[in-house]
């Protein structure tokens, strides 16, 4: 038997396309004990450099839909729905889990995300719900729901600082993050508590980029690329309009933004 038929034989179907291979599967979800089928991409194509946030670039970009398995039965999002806790569980039943679900106005594929993000908070994964919350911004960039993205944005910089301390790494994001917001005071307020130690190279570059941004009143997403030096040469990356859309809870970015800096300033 082949490889490529091994899947068939166990149940699950695949198709190709540029990002992978995308399977389908039958699933037991843990909360509620229904079956359902479920998409996972496996693989992707060369992947573009990530946001400043970590949104990462294409073709990984596009598989944001199949980041989270949802149960068509009691909502229940997750990377895996067959695992789940009572705590879990418990969450999944409440009264504000339900009302999320039945929140028609957030586009489908963020309000998977805030499922997972509040079952992540209410468990106490603080920033993890703030990964899946941002993500939730993602797609509201996308579907150009603008206030939705500066709301979730807004909520995923809270959650960060609810949890334990931000490490350096979040704290660069978090200006990235307040500045795509609008919240300029914020974001320069945060910029000033960074360089008031000090900060690796190319870090530093970042934050000063980050400033230039700020100081114009710049919403707009940018690359890491964007923002290594000379950054007029280096082309922005826009979502004034739709970018097509695994987790885990966070991004997958090839070891975080530290490291994709690392990538690119070694490029440069």
């Known amino acids: 038997m ?18 992978g291979s995308v399977g389908e599967t039958s699933i037991t979800c843990a909360v509620c004990g229904r079956e359902s089928r479920q998409r996972q991409v496996h693989g992707t194509g060369p992947a573009g450099p990530p946001d400043l946030d970590l949104r990462p670039g294409e073709t990984m970009r596009s598989t944001m839909a199949y980041w989270l398995q949802q149960c068509p039965t009691c909502g229940y999002a997750a990377p895996r729905l067959d695992e789940a806790g009572e705590a879990i569980a418990a969450v999944v039943a409440g009264g504000p889990y339900r009302a999320l679900l039945a929140e028609v106005s957030y586009p489908p594929l963020a309000r998977r995300f805030l499922c997972r993000a509040m079952i992540l908070e209410e468990t106490g ?8 919350t941002l993500q939730a911004a993602w797609v509201a960039d996308d579907t150009r729901k603008a206030e939705l993205a500066r709301e979730w944005r807004l909520t995923a910089v809270a959650l960060f600082r609810q949890g334990p301390p931000p490490d350096l790494e979040q704290q660069v994001r978090i200006v990235d993050i307040l500045r795509r917001a609008g919240d300029f005071g914020g974001a ?31 919403v707009r997403a940018y690359s890491v690329a964007s923002a290594l030096p000379p950054p007029a040469s280096r082309p922005h990356v ?23 800096l690392r990538r690119w300033f070694r490029r440069r």
């Open 2 to 19: 082949t490889s490529r038929a091994l899947p068939r034989a166990l149940g699950t179907s695949y198709r190709s396309g540029a990002m």
């Open 238 to 260: 826009s979502h004034r309009g739709p970018t097509p859309g695994i987790p885990l809870t966070r991004a997958p970015s090839g070891g975080g933004l530290f490291a994709a």
């Open 125 to 132: 994964e603080l920033h993890a719900a703030a990964e899946a």
């Open 188 to 218: 320069a307020a945060q910029a000033n508590a960074l360089e008031r130690g000090r900060l690796p190279e190319p870090v530093d570059r970042v934050v000063a980029f980050e400033r230039r941004l700020i100081a114009a009143g710049d």
